[in-house]
């Protein structure tokens, strides 16, 4: 069964980089969709970004548009999130799932751990 696990949060001061890591195992990614969400603190999840099982097509939430980038190594069975000029309203545990499609819709009924990430002077 495929398993997901997310890692590679911190804290970072506003302007900073991170890479957050979503490593599959038990099954390969191949031809999973990647969505990543995140959830701050008193909100509901919301969508971030997300890629097609062949790396070909992503999406963005406006939020994030241009600062943040997906990609994938399936080779690694591995998804990735870039995220740069980090401000500190990025500040929440980010999640990632698999789907069908690319979609930033955060209809999941149960999600991982996740990781942290805080964005702070």
């Known amino acids: 069964q495929l398993q997901l696990a997310e890692s590679g949060g911190g804290l970072v001061q506003p302007g900073g980089s991170l890479r957050l890591s979503c490593a599959a195992s038990?099954?390969?990614?191949?031809?999973?969709?990647i969505g990543w969400f995140r959830q701050a603190p008193g909100k509901e999840h919301e969508g971030v970004s997300c890629?097609?099982?062949?790396?070909?097509?992503?999406d963005y939430a406006d939020s994030v548009k241009g600062r943040f980038t997906i990609s994938r190594d399936n080779r690694k069975n591995t998804v990735y999130l870039q995220m740069n000029n980090l401000k500190p309203e990025d500040t929440a545990v980010y999640y990632c799932?698999?789907?069908?499609?690319?979609?930033?819709?955060?209809?999941?009924?149960?999600w991982g751990q996740g990781t942290q990430v805080t964005v702070s002077s």
């Open positions: 799932q698999t789907d069908t499609v690319c979609s930033l819709v955060p209809f999941y009924d149960s």
């Open positions: 038990g099954a390969t990614l191949d031809f999973h969709a």
């Open positions: 890629i097609s099982w062949s790396g070909e097509s992503t």
